[in-house]
């Protein structure tokens, strides 16, 4: 079982990874991975007499997919996604730390959920192409 309240300081942070979850009810969900080179555990906070932090929140974007200026349909939900990929050092010290990390090839990924409307989705479907024949 972890100790709560737990009181620690981490050192040598950088950003892994980064994402937000987006739809059209509840909450807008975002969460940051970080890598931190060491950790330090103390018996009370290190920062002084904790307040409280004065939450504000703000609402998921809203629009619509356009072609020519016409809207084609609406976004449903969307993931967005940054990662830096860092790769470990986790070597072996004698003050318990890894060496750090190191970035790789970085990546933006995501998933858009859109409800096309079929009236408008109809008129901009390219026309069909018949196969080419085959002669004997």
Same mark, same amino acid.
Not at 51 to 80: C, D, M, Y
Not at 86 to 115: K, N, Q, S, Y
């Given at each position: 079982?972890?100790? #709560?309240?737990?009181?620690?300081?981490?050192?040598?942070? #950088?950003?892994?990874?980064?994402?937000?979850?987006?739809?059209?009810?509840?909450?807008?969900?975002?969460?940051?991975?970080?890598?931190?080179?060491?950790?330090?555990?103390?018996?009370?906070?290190?920062?002084?007499?904790?307040?409280?932090?004065?939450?504000q929140?703000?609402?998921?974007?809203?629009?619509? $997919?356009?072609?020519?200026?016409?809207?084609?349909?609406? $976004? $449903?939900?969307?993931?967005?996604?940054?990662?830096?990929?860092?790769?470990?050092?986790?070597?072996?010290?004698?003050?318990?730390?890894?060496?750090?990390?190191?970035?790789?090839?970085?990546?933006?990924?995501?998933?858009?959920?859109?409800?096309?409307?079929?009236?408008?989705?109809?008129?901009?479907?390219?026309?069909?192409?018949?196969?080419?024949r085959?002669?004997?």
């Amino acid at each position: 079982m972890p100790e #709560v309240p737990r009181f620690a300081m981490y050192s040598g942070c #950088v950003l892994d990874q980064l994402s937000w979850q987006m739809q059209r009810s509840g909450l807008l969900t975002a969460s940051a991975k970080l890598i931190a080179q060491g950790e330090t555990i103390a018996a009370s906070t290190a920062t002084g007499t904790p307040t409280t932090l004065g939450l504000q929140r703000f609402g998921h974007f809203n629009g619509p $997919v356009k072609r020519n200026g016409t809207a084609l349909g609406n $976004v $449903v939900s969307a993931e967005i996604t940054y990662s830096n990929n860092l790769d470990r050092i986790e070597t072996i010290r004698g003050d318990g730390r890894i060496d750090g990390a190191d970035p790789t090839m970085a990546a933006l990924t995501g998933r858009i959920e859109v409800r096309f409307s079929a009236q408008i989705a109809s008129k901009h479907r390219p026309a069909a192409k018949r196969p080419p024949r085959c002669h004997p």
